[in-house]
C-alpha cells in the first residue's frame, strides 16, 4: 500500500501557483519524498525529490515540513500542460548494487488547470 | 523525451496468446523496471532488473517472465493471455550507484498498450 494520503483532485487558474499537499506520517528518516506525475496515460514523468530540505528546480518546488510528515508540491505559475495526475511516493533510496528501489504509485491527484 | 523507449506503441491479440514487449534504458541506466497500468489496479510494479540479474519481484504473475541482457536492453513476456492483462506496460531505467539518492531516480518510457481480445 502507498504511504502517503493526497487529495484526489483539485483545481488550478492557468498562471496561478498549484500547491500540491501530500502527507506522509509514517515516513522512516532514510524515505525520501519524489513526486512524479503523469499526463493522460504518457510515462509517469519525474518532478522532484527530497530528504527535508526544501528543493527546487527548473519544474517545481517542493516544501517538506519540519516533523516530515506532509510535503507541498508548488507549480509556480501553471500551464494547461500541467494538468496532469501527480503522485506524491516515499522510499528509500537504491544503496550500491541495485538492491529494491521500486515506486509505490498510490492514487495521487488530479490536477485540472483551467483557462 | 525520457531517452527511455518502448517498442511496440499498441498491440492488439487474443486470448490465449504470447506476447513480448522490449524496452531500451538510458544510456548508461543499469536498472529496469517494469510496471502494468491498468484501469483498475493502477500502477503497479512487476519486477526489476539491475545488470543483467533479477532484483526484485512485485505482483508479477507467473505468465508473466522478464529478462535483461548483456546490451541492457529488457523483455518483458506475457503469455496465456487473459483478458485482465489488457493494460499499459511501462518501463523505466536508472543509474543506480552509490552517490546518492539522486543517482537513482527512475525515468519511464512512454509505454505499450496491451489490448487482449
Known amino acids: 500500500d502507498a504511504k502517503t494520503t493526497q487529495p484526489t483532485s483539485m483545481d488550478c487558474a492557468e498562471g496561478r501557483a498549484a500547491n500540491l499537499p501530500c502527507n506522509h506520517s509514517t515516513i522512516s528518516g532514510n524515505e525520501y519524498v519524489y513526486w512524479y506525475r503523469q499526463i493522460h496515460s504518457q510515462g509517469p514523468q519525474y518532478i522532484i525529490h527530497g530528504l527535508k530540505n526544501n528543493e527546487t528546480n527548473e519544474m517545481a518546488s517542493l516544501i517538506i515540513t519540519e516533523d516530515r510528515k506532509s510535503s507541498t508540491l508548488i507549480l509556480p505559475h501553471a500551464t494547461l500542460r500541467d494538468t496532469a495526475v501527480y503522485y506524491c511516493i516515499v522510499r528509500v533510496a537504491m544503496g550500491r548494487g541495485g538492491s529494491q528501489g521500486n515506486l509505490i504509485f498510490g492514487k495521487g491527484t488530479k490536477l485540472s488547470v483551467k483557462p | 523525451d525520457s531517452g527511455v523507449t518502448q517498442t511496440p506503441k499498441h498491440l492488439i491479440t487474443a486470448t490465449g496468446q504470447r506476447v513480448t514487449l522490449r524496452c531500451s534504458p538510458r544510456s548508461g541506466d543499469l536498472s529496469v523496471y517494469w510496471y502494468q497500468q491498468s484501469l483498475d489496479q493502477g500502477l503497479q510494479f512487476l519486477i526489476q532488473y539491475y545488470n543483467g540479474e533479477e532484483r526484485a519481484k512485485g505482483n508479477i504473475l507467473e505468465r508473466f517472465s522478464a529478462q535483461q541482457f548483456p546490451d541492457l536492453h529488457s523483455e518483458l513476456n506475457l503469455s496465456s493471455l487473459e483478458l485482465g492483462d489488457s493494460a499499459l506496460y511501462f518501463c523505466?531505467?536508472?543509474?543506480?550507484?552509490?552517490?546518492?539518492?539522486?543517482?537513482?531516480?527512475?525515468?519511464f518510457g512512454p509505454g505499450t498498450r496491451l489490448t487482449v481480445l
Open positions: 523505466a531505467s536508472s543509474v543506480v550507484t552509490s552517490g546518492g539518492p539522486g543517482t537513482d531516480t527512475q525515468y
